[in-house]
């Protein structure tokens, strides 16, 4: 029963949209930066990326790029590799909707990118402004022609993430790793 | 502040003056009139030219400078195409890249588009703006001399510089770079990097 209550209380820290400390998968999508020599980590504010977040700031090897819009996040990742450097793109799925025109510049230049988002509007989702864009971002990655690689088994977390790096730095491609609502919890504000 | 008695400066005499012996400059030019700028210059492979994706230029001129932080990076502009993502500036006013200097040539108009008026027109200041978002070197440059100082500093990688350079509202004889946005993006790759481009 105390398990329960621990669950509880974790649920309801979640609720206030406090990083869920005891789920570990971010520490796997953080060693596969560092094994696939990620250099540049651009994100906005997100509570599911929140452990990865503060785990690559902690990380003086690399640079972090807080950014006020997912859109911003498209022009650093193509510059860093322009410059020589692999990144990666942290945001939630309303953010995919944000960058549609921008994903012309990954796809006209073909540029490698892997975009990390955790999704909303998806598995239990509550509140329902969520759901339309939730439910829309795969196709948003299709409609620019990006392949989408679906996470939901945290168990699976790290060699998701090596077949994503694989086809973004191997295959030439921009790709969208997409990171279950089941793996991270949906907020139920406590009702 | 700055006074408005000085002729508008001419688009192609600024960017001209800007990109003269550019040594181991990178650039990056917004979408439009600012692509054309840069190729009467002369095709650089280390020109990027971002040819579409309006508002991306000064965040790709960041991810550059973050990852070259020995080589001066110059974003080349609109004023249309900066407001289009004026956010930008906060993001890049936390980070400030010593070595990145944004040039933004402001007609007041979207001369690409018939002309309808941009916002500084009517009296939004982007060097202010800029100024507000922890860029302390940002200001409005109004002559040719305020341009060849800025030319010479940006080569100095001391601080990020943010010009907002005032010129005439007329079209200048179209020149275009490659369009091919791979090829520009492996040319720039293999121009800077030599054979790690294709590791």
């Keep these: ?191 | 502040m700055e006074n408005n008695t000085h002729p508008l400066l001419d688009r192609r005499e600024v960017v001209a003056a800007l990109l003269h012996e550019r040594k181991d400059l990178l650039v990056v030019t917004g979408l439009g009139s600012t692509v054309w700028d840069c190729a009467a210059v002369g095709d650089h492979p280390l020109t990027f030219p971002v040819w579409g994706a309006m508002g991306a230029a000064s965040t790709t001129g960041l991810g550059l400078a973050l990852a070259q932080p020995d080589r001066p990076v110059l974003v080349v502009t609109g004023d249309g195409e900066l407001l289009m993502q004026l956010g930008a500036l906060a993001t890049i006013g936390i980070q400030r890249p010593r070595n990145l200097t944004i040039c933004v040539l402001d007609n007041e108009i979207y001369l690409e588009t018939g002309g309808q008026p941009t916002h500084t027109g009517s009296g939004v200041s982007l060097a202010a703006v800029a100024a507000a978002c922890g860029i302390e070197s940002a200001f409005i440059a109004r002559t040719m001399a305020d341009v060849h100082v800025l030319q010479g500093r940006l080569h100095t990688k001391q601080e990020t510089i943010f010009a907002q350079i005032k010129i005439a509202a007329t079209r200048a004889p179209l020149v275009m770079p490659p369009r091919d946005g791979s090829h520009l993006k492996d040319r720039f790759r293999a121009e800077l990097l030599g054979e790690l481009a294709y590791q």
């Design chain 1, 1 to 191: 029963m105390e398990g329960s209550v621990k669950d509880k209380a974790q649920d309801a820290v979640r609720d206030l949209g406090m990083p869920d400390e005891t789920k570990t998968w971010p520490d796997d999508i953080y060693r596969s930066f560092k094994k696939n020599n990620v250099r540049q980590v651009c994100y906005v504010p997100d509570g599911g990326h929140a452990r990865l977040i503060s785990q690559c700031i902690a990380d003086h090897e690399l640079i972090t790029t807080s950014l006020t819009t997912e859109e911003e996040g498209i022009g650093v990742i193509a510059g860093a590799w322009l410059g020589g450097q692999r990144s990666a793109l942290l945001m939630q799925s309303s953010g995919v909707g944000n960058c549609v025109n921008l994903f012309s510049l990954l796809a006209a230049c073909t540029f490698p990118a892997v975009i990390v988002v955790t999704m909303r509007g998806q598995w239990g989702e509550y509140v329902p402004w969520q759901i339309p864009m939730g439910q829309a971002t795969r196709g948003c990655f299709e409609l620019m022609g990006f392949p989408i690689i679906e996470m939901d088994d945290a168990k699976a977390a790290e060699e998701t993430m090596q077949a994503a790096f694989q086809m973004a730095y191997g295959g030439g491609k921009s790709v969208g790793v997409l990171i279950s609502q089941r793996m991270i919890g949906a907020k139920t504000f406590s009702k």
